[in-house]
Structures are given as structure tokens and as C-alpha cells.
Nanobody, 126 residues
Framework: QVQLVESGGGLVQAGGSLRLSCAAS????????MGWFRQAPGKEREFVAG????????SLANSVKGRFTLSRDNDKNMWYLQMNSLKPEDTAVYSC???????????????????WGRGTQVTVSS
């Protein structure tokens, strides 16, 4: 079993930045694909960013390209989502997800992941 806990959310003005963290426990994440998803009120959960187990491939949703960056630190069992130039439409609950998968394919669907954190709220004011 893997437990995921997000942190780093909060309230920020448009144009500001936040860095979300995802801490994994229970197993080493070195062989895990991971992703970030978000869900705004009244909307379905959507893919934001993902990377393969090796970190060799990364994918970002078109809406965040050029603004968000995904990284991982396997030694610390942590993943990060750096969010810059935030917009009000980025307001949502952000969740990290993981799946033990040693292939070079970025998982972009909710169904692709086995483990989920509870999420952290990000609110961007205009």
C-alpha cells in the first residue's frame, strides 16, 4: 500500500505562484508513475500533469503548459507541482496520484492510477 499526502495549497492572487508537494509513504516511489489532477466545483476531475516512473517523460495539460512544472525526488519519496502565473480558472482541489508502473507511458486518466491523496485546495483570486 502507498499513502499519498498533498500539501502546499492556499490562497494566492492571480499571477502568483504556489508549489504543491506530494509525500508518499509505505513504499519507495522509484518505480511509480505519478500524476496531478484537479477538480473544480461542479466539474469533473481533470488531468493536470504526469510523469513516468523514470521521469523520462512528462505530460502537461494544454491549459497549464508554460506555467506549471512537474518534478520528483525519489530519494525523499516526494513529487512536486510548481505552479506559476496562476489564474482564477486554476482554482480547484489538487490531488496527486500514483501507480506502480515501469513503462515509459504517461498516464493521463483517473482510471489509470491506483493510489490517491485527499487533495489540497488551491484558490486563485482575481
Amino acid at each position: 500500500q502507498v499513502q499519498l499526502v498533498e500539501s502546499g495549497g492556499g490562497l494566492v492572487q492571480a499571477g502568483g505562484s504556489l508549489r504543491l508537494s506530494c509525500a508518499a509513504s509505505g513504499r519507495s516511489i522509484s518505480s511509480f508513475a505519478m500524476g496531478w489532477f484537479r477538480q473544480a466545483p461542479g466539474k469533473e476531475r481533470e488531468f493536470v500533469a504526469g510523469t513516468t516512473w523514470s521521469g523520462g517523460m512528462t505530460s502537461l495539460a494544454n491549459s497549464v503548459k508554460g506555467r506549471f512544472t512537474l518534478s520528483r525526488d525519489n530519494d525523499k519519496n516526494m513529487w512536486y507541482l510548481q505552479m506559476n502565473s496562476l489564474k482564477p480558472e486554476d482554482t480547484a482541489v489538487y490531488s496527486c496520484a500514483a501507480k506502480s508502473l515501469r513503462i515509459d507511458t504517461v498516464l493521463v486518466t483517473v482510471a489509470g492510477y491506483d493510489y490517491w491523496g485527499r487533495g489540497t485546495q488551491v484558490t486563485v483570486s482575481s
